[in-house]
């Protein structure tokens, strides 16, 4: 009667191991992208909500807030927002007024973006804000 080792040799673990390693490099890559595309998402989501509060202050006062003197603590001040929102990475959202009918509102996007709104976001390696929105 021959007896078979129901066991596995050594390069079959170090194959399996392997391949374990490579799925769980891929999933890490993976997962990076998707979060930088998370945070991107809300920041788009902050833009827009500071957007309509700028509409409807725009709307009652016939003018945007001053970005030279109060800038966005305006519109929580006067109850447009309830707290001005933040960038989830600690960036800043860029408010400029040009004039009383005029303004600017950018973001830095991890994953990229089509605007370049000048030096004022404070990126971490570019210092570019890449996406803007105005008014309409």
């Known amino acids: 009667m021959k007896s078979y080792n129901k066991g596995f040799t050594l390069v079959e673990l170090m194959v399996v191991t392997l391949i374990i390693g490579i799925l769980i490099g891929l999933s890490l890559v993976a997962s ?3 979060k930088k595309s998370a945070r991107d998402g809300k920041r788009k989501a ?26 966005l603590n305006d519109l929580v001040a006067k109850n447009y927002l ?21 303004y600017q509102l950018c973001a830095y996007l991890e994953t990229g973006g089509s605007d370049d709104c000048g030096d004022n976001c404070n990126a971490p390696t570019s210092n570019v804000c890449n996406y803007e929105t105005i008014n309409p």
Do not use: C, F, H, W
Not at 85 to 100: L, N, Q
């Open 32 to 34: 990076v992208g998707v």
């Open 82 to 102: 309830s707290e001005l929102p933040s960038d989830p990475s600690g960036y800043i959202y860029y408010y400029d007024r040009s004039s009383i009918n005029v």
């Open 46 to 71: 902050d833009l827009e909500q500071i957007r309509s509060a700028l509409e409807m202050y725009k709307s009652d006062l016939e003018e945007y807030p001053d970005s030279a003197t109060v800038g």
